[in-house]
């Protein structure tokens, strides 16, 4: 089965600071890999996703991620945080294998600060 | 347009009622999902439907009961609510059962069991 570790819960930010959101996974076979954002109130919200290729991944409102096998992680990043970017980001693991459902880590609250 | 609509958006009830939340997609999707996001926002899947068929039944309780009339609903009817139950549930959808499919959620239903 896989699984996932975002290793910090809540990680505060000065605006227009970078911004690393951390990911490890754990899984026996390869691997999709995705970051989800949730704001406030709100449904989540697909920001990009690995499946295979290149290692570096770029999504939506200048994120983007890293898959490195050899440290099962996939890390998301943005080099200048907005206000607008404070959020719940969740990183989520499914397997290329039949219909393996998405199985999500406990969440990130970035907390962007003015 | 909403892409994936749910109703209602807040649900009160006492222990023991039944309730049913309803869901809608207009995206032409063919795969539909139940999500159940606790109190520290752990987002786990219960169920999903590929054309009106069940593909993932996580272990939810039997009083959890999907239905899902055409491609475009998926309904959760919930018997003898428990104060466990309260959570904010989410319906995702996809345009197919494969898990590299981005999936679109709609805005969450908060049911609070008193």
């Known amino acids: 089965a896989q699984s996932v570790t975002q290793l910090d819960s809540q990680v505060p930010v000065f605006e227009e600071a970078p911004v690393e959101l951390r990911c490890n996974y754990s899984s026996s076979v390869s691997v999709y890999l995705f970051w989800y954002v949730q704001y406030p109130n709100q449904g989540l919200q697909l920001l990009l996703k690995y499946l295979s290729g290149s290692t570096l991944v770029k999504g939506i409102n200048g994120f983007e991620a890293e898959f490195n096998k050899s440290q099962t992680s996939f890390h998301l990043r943005k080099p200048s945080v907005h206000i607008s970017d404070t959020a719940e980001y969740f990183c989520a693991v499914s397997t290329p294998s039949g219909n393996t459902p998405l199985v999500f880590g406990k969440g990130t609250r970035l907390s962007v600060i003015a | ?114």
């Open chain 2, 1 to 114: 347009d909403t892409a994936v609509s749910q109703t209602p958006k807040y649900l009160v009830t006492q222990m023991g009622n039944d309730k049913s939340i309803k869901c809608e997609q207009n995206l032409g999707h063919d795969t539909m999902y139940w999500y159940k996001q606790d109190s520290k926002k752990f987002l786990k899947i219960m169920f999903s439907y590929n054309n009106k068929e069940l593909i993932i039944n996580e272990t939810v309780p039997n009083r959890f009961s999907p239905k899902s009339p055409d491609k475009a609903h998926l309904n959760l009817h919930i018997n003898s609510l428990e104060l466990g139950d309260s959570a904010v549930y989410f319906c995702a959808s996809s345009q197919g059962a494969l898990s590299f499919y981005e999936q679109y959620f709609g805005p969450g239903t908060r049911l609070t069991v008193t």
